[in-house]
């Protein structure tokens, strides 16, 4: 009876992993055709001084309306296109769109904020990424501080020599680059120190936990007053992902972190709606 029960289990082991792997495949095809059919579109996420509210940056996430599944999520098919290579096709056309956009903004006379671009792992390990961020901005006619990069902490903490490369290229021609979820890897903080850049944003596993009284998770409490700290000694901007509600806001201004994110500010928002969270958009217009 053993025996033939460890068979079933088997049997339903490889059906599973069949219709995983069906699904993905599924997926990484509808992906080839979304790009052509033009289903990628971007939102941006305001990103705002924690005391006063003001925008100061903008953070462009890529959003899949697919015709038939409705909205796929970037938690879902950037883990795939990132696998399947798909992303060093998308990934370009991400940045294009921000950088088209941003242009609009700027012909219109719109006072805008710099919009950082989220590039994956692989994306930023390609050997020519420096001259492809570049290229996006002069093809735009735009200006290097109108853009920035975010890199997670676990792209940035592989490849090393390449790392601090190309962040070292980018700081010299004025282009920020932020490093996200930061406190999900494991950074040798004396290789952080020796990283170009701007910005931390702490990730949002930890300000989520702050949500109703942060004194019962004083783990995260301090790993977030840490983050912080790092940042203050490093001469880097921390932004805190992920506020929602005033409790989180109160404990991060009261760590003296600066800037932050989150659906307590705005969620991300279409291209159209993003002059009316600057501040700037005409009546009836
Ligand atoms: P991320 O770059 O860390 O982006 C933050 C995510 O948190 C976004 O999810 C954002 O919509 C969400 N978020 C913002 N405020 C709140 C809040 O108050 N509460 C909660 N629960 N969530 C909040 P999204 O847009 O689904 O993106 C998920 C991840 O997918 C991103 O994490 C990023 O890693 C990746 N991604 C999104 N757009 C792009 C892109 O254009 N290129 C690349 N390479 N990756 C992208
Ligand atoms: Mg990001
Ligand atoms: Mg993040
Ligand atoms: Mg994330």
Redesign the pocket.
């Known amino acids: 009876r053993a025996k033939s029960e460890g068979r079933r289990c088997y049997h339903f082991y490889t059906q599973e992993l069949d219709a995983a792997l069906q699904e993905r495949m599924e997926l990484d095809q509808a992906m080839r055709h979304a790009l052509e059919r033009g289903e990628f579109h971007?939102?941006y996420?305001p990103r705002v001084d924690l005391i006063s509210g003001r925008v100061l940056s903008l953070?462009?996430?890529?959003r899949w309306r697919h015709p038939v599944w409705g909205m796929v999520?970037?938690?879902r098919f950037?883990p795939l296109a990132e696998q399947t290579g798909f992303?060093l096709t998308l990934?370009p056309e991400?940045l294009r769109q921000a950088c088209e956009q941003i242009h609009i903004w700027k012909a219109r006379g719109i006072p805008t904020v710099p919009v950082a671009?989220?590039?994956?792992a692989r994306?930023f390990r390609q050997p020519d990424v420096f001259e492809r961020i570049m290229g996006a901005l002069s093809t735009a006619g735009l200006e290097a501080s109108d853009l920035e990069i975010?890199i997670?902490e676990s792209a940035a903490m592989s490849s090393v020599d390449q790392t601090i490369r190309t962040l070292t290229q980018l700081n010299d021609r004025g282009v920020c680059v932020s490093i996200?979820?930061f406190g999900t890897a494991y950074s040798s903080l004396n290789y952080l120190k020796r990283l170009p850049v701007h910005a931390i944003?702490i990730d949002?596993s930890f300000v989520?936990d702050m949500r109703e009284d942060p004194a019962a998770h004083p783990e995260d409490a301090a790993i977030i007053r840490a983050i912080i700290g790092l940042g203050q000694t490093l001469g880097m901007t921390v932004i805190a992902?992920?506020?929602?509600n005033q409790v989180q806001r109160d404990f991060l201004i009261e760590h003296g972190c600066p800037q932050g994110?989150?659906?307590?500010f705005s969620?991300?928002v279409p291209a159209g709606e993003v002059e009316r969270l600057l501040g700037v958009g005409g009546v009836g217009g």
């Open positions: 971007l939102v996420q953070e462009a996430l890529v999520s970037p938690g950037i992303i990934g991400i671009v989220n590039l994956s994306e975010e997670t996200d979820d944003k949002q989520s992902e992920g506020i929602e994110q989150g659906y307590l969620r991300p």
